[in-house]
Every structure is written in C-alpha cells, then in structure tokens.
C-alpha cells in the first residue's frame, strides 16, 4: 500500500495589480448599483404613467356617458315633439343616430379604461382578479416652475444614468491600471510540504521438506520533503498586448 500527502501554501509580499483589481471590482459594484437604481428609477415612471393613463380613461368615459346622457334626452324631446308633429321625422333619425354614434365612444371609452386598468394590474403585479381604481381625478396642476436651461440642469443632476456610465467608465479606467501593473513586478512567498509512505506486501515462501510454508515480516518505509522559498514574476515583454489593451480602455 502506498500514500501520500501534499501541502501548499503561498501569500503575494508584493503585487501591484492586486489594489487595482480591487479597485475595478469596486467600480463595477458601484455601477451595478448605479444600474439598479436606474431600474428602479424607470418602474417607477412606468407605473406613474400607467396610473396617469387610467385617471384620463376614467375622465373620458365620464365626458362619454355625459354626453350620451344628453343625446337621449334630446331624442326623448325630439320624439316627444315629432308625436305632437311639430317636428319632421328626419329630425328624430338624427337624434337617434346622435345617440347611437354617442353610444358607440361611450363602448370604446369603457373598453380603454378596462385596457388601462389591466395595463397597471401588470405593472403592479398584484392578483388576476383584483379590480384597481384611480382614487384622485385629473387636476391641473401648477405651471412648472423651472425655465428651459435650469430644467436640463436638473435632469442632469442626480441622474442614475449618468451615474452609472461613470461609474462604468471608472471601472474601464481601473481595468486599465490592472493591465498596466502586470507590467511591474511581482514577489511571492511559498512554502510546500510532502509526505509519502510505502508498505510492501507481505510475500509467502513455500518450503518443500521437513518445514512448512514461512512468512517474512511486513516492510514499511516513509519520508517527508519540505520547501520554502521566494518567487519573483516580472513581465519584461508581452510584444505589446498591454499596451493595446489600456489603449481599448482609455478610449
């Protein structure tokens, strides 16, 4: 039977690239979160203007059932004088036809304000079957208070966009500092161990004659190596694979 182990071990004394590489993965969560922020940022707007669209539907179909309640009672008038023959039959035909159009877009409103509501029921997320309403009518709101520059100004303030194409950016320039530092060098610590054991199978010596079959006693042999030393990693060429590289990234 035979075994044998192994044991390594190194830590980096020195390394260059290390704190750039940290440096990068830092700016890539930076930008991750810059992301999540910007997602965030336009479900909110979605569902704001999901919202928004149901309040106008629900404003629509009441201007569509108003004006239908209207025309019927213009048709009940109009019939109501055709009986008494002050009014000529084609009159009634353009009641009833007034009524019937006014029907028509109070159907289409209702079909659009059920759509809408669907619209938001998806955004939201909520259950199949859960009716949602636009609590707060349409209102005017206020004139807006900012002139044109100083709106882009504060569009671009506090953007998580523009945040995150800088963080992003910053990271393409950690990226390239990482390149540029496996140019340097580097030293390296390491140890290494070993141990190893060796038993030799038990053989079987028949002997002919007046003695029986004898065995010979088990062999067993065993050693260990240990090694400790530095390494040191310079890159003295790389036919300018880095140098293209941090270019790509500066760019």
């Known amino acids: 039977r035979d075994w044998s182990s192994d044991v390594c071990s190194s830590d980096l004394l020195i390394s260059f690239e290390r704190g750039a590489a940290l440096a990068e993965q830092d700016q890539r969560l930076t930008a991750s979160l810059r992301d999540y922020g910007n997602a965030l940022r336009q479900l909110q707007l979605e569902v704001s203007e999901a919202y928004y669209n149901l309040q106008l539907a629900d404003q629509l179909q009441r201007i569509r059932a108003a004006v ?27 009641a009833e036809a007034a009524l019937q159009h006014s029907r028509f877009r109070l159907e289409q409103a209702e079909a659009l304000r059920q759509s809408r509501r669907q619209a938001l029921t998806n955004k939201l997320n909520v259950a199949f079957g859960t009716m949602l309403r636009a609590q707060t009518t349409v209102a005017l709101q206020p004139p807006w208070p900012l002139a044109l520059d100083a709106t882009l100004v504060a569009g671009l303030r506090n953007n998580p966009a523009l945040e995150q194409l800088a963080a992003e950016r910053q990271a393409l320039l950690r990226q390239a500092d990482r390149r540029n530092a496996q140019l340097l060098p580097r030293l390296q610590l390491f140890a290494a161990g070993g141990g190893s054991s060796d038993l030799l199978t038990k053989p079987v010596i028949d002997l002919n004659g007046c003695c029986a079959e004898s065995n010979t006693r088990q062999l067993a042999s065993q050693s260990a190596d240990w090694i400790a030393g530095l390494r040191l990693h310079w890159r003295l060429f790389d036919a300018g694979t880095s140098a293209g590289e941090i270019g790509r990234a500066h760019v």
Not at 73 to 90: F, N
């Open 68 to 94: 239908t309640r209207n025309d019927t009672l213009v048709r009940d008038q109009v019939g109501a004088l055709k009986a008494s023959g002050l009014v000529p039959r084609l009159d009634l035909l353009r």
